[in-house]
């Protein structure tokens, strides 16, 4: 049946029943008599009027949009409508009695009563629709059924349906059941119910029991053989949601969530709609709040400059600031491939942007001056570096090079040629560093501090330190991902080993509000939450995946690598922490160089830039560490 039939039909079938409630409504008013010689005198009116009547109450109920409702999805809000357009009609049909002045007059409690008839008859009709639709499906698929579980022992798909267990029992959650008891979503049967609302428990929704709150899932799941859970709760916070995952992960069962209420449009929600959990999910951290006015007043017709822009982070930065305007937004790469890629995603993605990479190395000083003279940043977001722990490990004197030199080149460049904000991406090995990478970032965030006492006093220098980002390239993350593809084993270095996580988004949401926040010299402290250990990680990667830790994939112990901490830290201990205007970001306090590094830092022996690059570049790795340790005593190499 077309849309425009289906229209026409309810049309036809809502004149009936106009009608018919005016015809009932003048029964009940004179108690079913209509040899009553008053009933023919007051019936004359409504049947001298009834095609405008008729007319009248249909406008109403094409004005409030009864016929453009997919009713298949009638709920209360569609009884709301019916009430209030029955109101209207109502009041509309009086008004027109009363402006023709018909004399007699029709009854006044023959409209509140056709009132009261019209709702019933409209709202019955619309609901009686939806009624025999799902109950059409329904049978349907119980005929395809039988007639299937005749050549099979499964029934309608030739298996056993898929035992979901719903966690939230609310309206999303009642859609879903619908959808799965009426609608081709799949060989699914919905068997339990959970909700933490105590008043809900042993109730049942759309006959389905509630069995208990979040900590009865595993016992629930179990008793019900439970192969799939579904979190039904669009309204959650990632907090509530890393919780129900944290009960829910051990049963076994596949986990898949229903998106936000963001993502849900007019209350239609849809099994088609849910989506496999993510290792985000069981972070916990809620979105980021930004203050966007303070971050387009910096950002918006300004020329940006993001060293390392082909990085995880450094590409997650061009992203992010290209919402906000910028007159030019310029990423600086060493590595062609990244920038390439990254390149062909902004082009494609804004178009309207202008936008530049540059291949060159931060530590390559007339490259970069060149860079700095041609463009002119206003500002800029410093976040190449050599990051692997471990390979730097064995390379002292480049990470010496790449991440102390190339951190001073930059600074000087942006004071000379009048940046107005410098902000540099620090890390958490930074703090009491026990390896080469971490020691080298130290010494980066001293000369970012010193650029900002003795260098340009119209450039503001910052430092923002965080820990491991999800998903970034060479985390364990998808190096966990990429050794369950290939079968296991997934390997970790510790069982006790732990780190701090967030998203690249959200570390790059944060480093972005710092930069409208800081005023220079500042070291900035992201807010990491709680620190997760590594080896809870690796499971639940498995069990994400879709398999049983140590039974489909087994995890080994390799013991810590060169340079690794057991746990990081991201302020020192003792250190007091300022709290700022934003709640994720604290302020750390600057701690003063060894009296070596402050030398080099004051331009005494030729400067630091000197000492590196003719000194340190002959060095031993020996010698390198040796270096390391003078000019920042707090290292200790952790080998």
Known sequence: MTKAVR??????????????????????????????????????????????????????????????????????????????????????????????????????????????????????????????????????????????????????????????????????????????????????????????????????????????????????????????????????????????????????????ILPSMMDLIDGKVSVSALRDLDIEDLLGRDPVELDIGSISGYLKDRVILVTGGGGSIGSELCRQIALYG?????????????????????????????????????????????????????????????????????????????????????????????????????????????????????????VVRAAGDIGSKNTAYAAVRFGNVLGSNGSVVPIFRKQIERGGPVTVTDPGITRYFMTIPEAVQLVIQAGAMMAGGEIFILDMGEPVRILNLAENIIRLSGYTPYEDIDIVFTGLRPGEKLHEELSYGGEDLQKTKHEKIFLGTAMEPSLPMAAALRGEDGGLERIVREEVACMTDEQAIAWLKEYLPEYRANN
């Open 7 to 256: 229209i026409a039909a309810l049309v036809a079938l809502d004149a009936v029943c106009v009608n018919l409630s005016f015809f009932l409504a003048y029964l009940l008013r004179f108690e079913f008599n209509m040899a009553e010689p008053r009933f023919a005198i007051f019936f004359r009116v409504y049947a001298d009027n009834f095609i405008w009547l008729t007319i009248i109450k249909l406008a109403v109920l094409f004005f409030f949009g009864m016929y453009g409702s997919l009713w298949k999805y009638a709920s209360v809000k569609e009884l709301a409508k019916v009430l209030a357009a029955s109101a209207f009609a109502t009041l509309a049909a009086l008004a027109f009695m009363t402006l023709i002045q018909s004399d007699p007059a029709m009854p006044r409690s023959v409209y509140v009563v056709s009132f009261l008839l019209d709702t019933a008859l409209f709202g019955g009709a619309r609901f009686m629709y939806r009624y025999a639709r799902e109950t059409r499906r329904q049978g349907v698929r119980a005929d395809i059924g039988a007639v299937l579980s005749e050549g099979t022992a499964g029934g309608l798909y030739g298996a056993d349906p898929t035992r979901v267990m719903l966690v939230g029992a609310g309206d999303a959650g009642a859609a879903i059941i619908r959808e799965i008891k009426f609608s081709n979503s799949g060989n699914k049967k919905v068997v339990a119910a959970i909700d933490d609302d105590s008043a809900k428990r042993g109730q049942h929704i759309l006959g389905v029991k509630i069995e208990g709150g979040r900590s009865d899932i595993p016992s629930v799941a179990d008793r019900r053989a439970v192969d799939e859970i579904i979190i039904a709760i669009p309204s959650a916070t990632k907090r509530e949601i890393s919780d129900i995952v944290a009960v829910a992960s051990g049963t076994g069962a596949k986990i898949q």
């Open 326 to 446: 910028p007159r030019k937004l310029i990423a600086l790469d060493i590595y062609e491939n990244t920038a390439f890629e990254l390149e062909n995603e902004l082009r494609s993605a804004r178009p309207e942007l202008d936008f530049d990479i540059v291949i060159a190395s931060v530590t390559d000083k007339v490259r970069m001056r060149e860079v700095f003279a041609s463009h002119r940043p206003a500002v800029v977001f410093h976040a190449a570096a050599h990051k692997h722990v471990p390979l730097m490990e064995f390379n002292p004197e480049e990470a010496i090079i790449n991440n102390v030199v190339g951190a001073k080149v930059v600074t000087d460049l942006a004071g000379e040629f009048g940046a107005e904000k410098f902000v540099m991406i620090s890390t958490d090995k930074a703090v009491n560093p026990g390896n080469v990478m971490g020691a080298t970032k130290r010494l980066a965030e001293m």
